[in-house]
């Protein structure tokens, strides 16, 4: 199996797996929700366009700063549009911290427990058991429309080109 080198912080860690690219079947995961149901992508966000954030845990300041930058205008989104983060972060701190963040309509999936988001999307930092970071674009046909993984977890990805793909994809544009 393939496998790269992430950096999380000063330290060198490895990812499994090859990097999902463009065109790309967007793989269903399972993950837990903050009631502790279980969450399947493909169900869940059927006939949406979807942006995955990937990040290791909410609570720190990048992955803070990437979601707050996704939910600064969610008020605005169109219905067709869904923006789900995926971490490692146990539901109940998830839970935590949108409400802690007045976050109203972004999914929280938590890979606590599964993992099979951070190994469908190699993103499974294997020395850690964490999400590396990333973020994905999904069409209505869970067609991967953007992606972009991050090799040093201090980084943030471009939200702003993210959301730019994604709107396009809507039906509200």
Known sequence: M???????????????GEKLKVNDTAPNFKAKLED???????????GKVKIISAVPS?????????????SKNEENFPKDLSVVTVS???????KRFVKDK????????????????????SLFINELKLVNRAMFVVDKKNVIRHVEYLDHNTELPNVEKAL??????????
């Open 58 to 70: 909410v609570d720190t300041s990048v992955c803070e700063l990437q979601t707050f930058l996704l």
């Open 36 to 46: 502790l149901s279980d969450y399947d992508f493909y169900k869940n966000e059927e």
């Open 88 to 94: 490692n972060d146990l539901p109940f701190a998830q």
């Open 102 to 121: 007045e976050i109203s309509t972004l999914v929280f999936a938590s890979d606590y427990l599964y993992q099979d988001f951070a190994k469908e999307y």
């Open 164 to 173: 730019e793909v994604a709107l396009s994809l809507t039906d509200e544009k």
């Open 2 to 16: 393939t496998n790269r080198v992430v950096k999380f912080g000063q330290l060198e860690l490895t990812v499994d």
